[in-house]
């Protein structure tokens, strides 16, 4: 027996060592200013400007606007023709388990992103993160430039945090480092198709206890954050104080409309300054007045998902995105399936369910920056903002037509290999020779 496991944890380490070799080199800091020329720029703010250019110098958008219109003497530049490509802002994915959790479910030495116990609001997802991970260079290659990793739990399960995915450990990774925390609002009873959350917690025998275990921890916390200078410190009620000066989000997951409303009304009660409703599905429409009259944003996730119901409309996953926003709420995306890379064309199929391609472009570019609190940085190319730019020959949130071919976070012009371009070119390779007889 102990053979048995000894041989499997050495396959297990071979396959994850051979996954690491196989990752791409860091880029390095951008040197020499960079004018992408000629392209048609979809700003990210609902601006498509046609023939025009990006100046980017240090990591910064210096510049951008139509080609006409800039002009800098390009000596000293590195100009890049970019006709007849579309250019984005990078994409940003929020609220995922990538580079906490590697192959699927079940394989314990792939997975760390869940601790034991249900209250832990200082456990950091941010120094769990691995930068090694086979999955990240695959979803670059689909315009995937930025991430909020989370922890997995029930109640409180941790601190998320917002990394770059170009880096060589999670320092380096770190983008807006432990900018919320997770709070999985405990379920009376689950129901309907896909209605497992990740931060929820089911039945009915814990419902009060688990309210109450709330209750407790935030009643201390804002009591804690009102000392300046605690004799003790509490390294959870620490992690909490951001809660109530507004510099951490409160990510609140229900999968109830009345929890929903219990959430965030209790997350108010407490003096919470910034909320934002996660993981959310069709349950977040029946309380949408509640919502957009407490100024909650909506992350919506698996919108290639089936309906929560038997009854509800087929094609509502696709729909709601356009309802939020109709609806004057602040909407992004989310895909909880480890399919990350579906993320734009989750994105793409809103925009044939009532948003334009421009507003479809927002949920996961501008949108998500607001609602993770880095729109000063990013979301968008604006002059002064970082230069996260993807180009694409086709429409990047169309399966059929994606085709990254340049990739930029922070200027640093990054590597867009990857597993899946490598297994291409071997097996070509082999059906070449096969072909050839040689």
């Known amino acids: 027996m102990k053979k048995r496991i000894y041989i499997s944890a050495l396959v297990v380490l071979a396959c994850l060592f051979q996954a690491t070799a196989q990752n791409p080199v860091v880029a390095p800091a951008q040197k020499k200013p960079v004018m992408l020329v000629g392209g048609t720029i979809h700003t990210g703010t609902g601006d498509v400007i046609e023939n025009g250019t990006v100046v980017f110098v ?30 984005y802002p990078g994409l940003i994915f929020p609220s995922t388990s990538l580079g906490l959790q590697e192959i699927g479910s079940g394989l314990d030495v792939a997975t760390d992103n869940r601790e034991i116990g249900s209250l832990n609001p200082n456990v950091r997802a941010i120094v769990a993160y691995s930068t090694d991970s086979q999955v990240t260079p695959v979803i670059r290659s689909n315009g995937i430039l930025l991430a909020q990793i989370v922890p997995v739990g029930s109640l409180l399960p941790g601190t998320s945090s917002v990394v770059q995915l170009d880096a060589w450990d999670w320092e380096d990774a770190a983008y807006k480092m432990d900018n919320g925390i997770q709070l999985g609002w405990p379920r009376k009873a689950s129901g309907g198709r896909g209605s497992y959350f990740r931060f929820g917690m089911s039945g009915e025998n814990n419902y009060e206890e688990n309210v109450e275990k709330l209750e407790k921890i935030f009643t201390d916390a804002t009591a804690y954050a009102a000392i300046e200078k605690p004799e003790h410190a509490n390294l959870r009620l620490e992690a909490m104080k951001g809660l109530f000066d507004g510099s951490k ?15 965030i009304s209790f997350a108010k009660r407490h003096g919470v300054k910034k909320i934002v409703l996660s ?34 409309d087929t094609r509502l996953p696709f729909k709601l995105a356009a309802m939020f926003h109709k609806e004057g709420i602040l909407v992004g995306l989310t895909y909880s399936n480890q399919a990350y890379g579906n993320l734009p064309f989750a994105a793409g199929e809103t925009a044939a369910y009532g948003l334009t391609k421009e507003e479809a472009l927002q949920t996961v570019t501008l949108n998500t920056a607001k609602i993770l609190g880095i729109d000063d940085m990013t979301g968008s190319i604006e002059k002064g903002k970082d230069a996260n730019i993807v180009v694409s020959t086709g429409d ?27 297994l291409y070119r071997r097996f070509e390779a082999r059906y070449e020779q096969m072909d050839t007889g040689k």
């Open 58 to 87: 240090k990591g910064k958008i210096t510049a951008v606007g139509k080609s006409s219109d800039i002009n800098i003497d390009r000596n000293g530049y590195e100009v890049i023709d970019v006709s007849g490509k579309q250019v």
């Open 249 to 263: 989000i409160l990510f609140v997951s229900s999968g109830e409309p009345k929890g929903i409303i219990e959430a």
């Open 279 to 312: 993981d959310a599905d069709e349950s977040a429409w029946t309380v949408k007045d509640f919502l957009e009259e407490n100024n909650i944003p909506v992350l919506l996730a698996d919108p290639l998902s089936l309906p929560k119901y038997d009854y509800s």
């Open 396 to 422: 990047l949130l169309d399966m059929s037509t994606n085709d990254v071919v340049l990739a930029f976070i922070t200027g640093r012009n990054i590597n867009l290999d990857n597993k899946h371009k490598q």
